[in-house]
């Protein structure tokens, strides 16, 4: 089955939050999203190259780090729904574009 880094990225930033809230575990949160993250770098650096793979994993941090301050100002749920889109959106620009999806 082929499947976009994209929906990775974005899916992983969605259940570290939702693992969090379902389990009162930020460390577990936590663990969902590192995963999440090695994971992404590691099909990034093999399909996109070293560049953006790095670019990439920047905006998968950066996200999360938005995401709080952004909580604050329109929810906790619609800050983790924007950022995720954004991340995906990068993802798919810079990685998933034409023939490069990840089997898996």
């Known amino acids: 089955m082929a499947l976009p880094t994209s929906v990775l990225s974005a899916g992983s930033l969605v259940a570290g939050y939702a693992t969090g809230v379902a389990t009162g575990q930020r460390p577990l949160a936590g663990v969902v999203l590192a995963a999440?993250?090695?994971?992404?770098?590691?099909?990034?650096?093999?399909?996109?190259?070293?560049?953006?793979?790095?670019l990439l994993l920047g905006t998968y941090l950066?996200?999360?780090?938005?995401?709080?301050?952004?909580?604050?100002?329109i929810g906790a749920w619609p800050a983790v729904l924007t950022v995720a889109a954004a991340t995906g959106l990068a993802a798919h620009v810079l990685a998933d574009r034409g023939d490069r999806r990840v089997r898996v």
């Open 62 to 73: 950066g996200a999360f780090g938005v995401s709080h301050p952004l909580a604050k100002q």
């Open 36 to 54: 999440g993250g090695v994971l992404c770098t590691t099909l990034w650096r093999q399909e996109a190259g070293n560049g953006r793979a790095a």
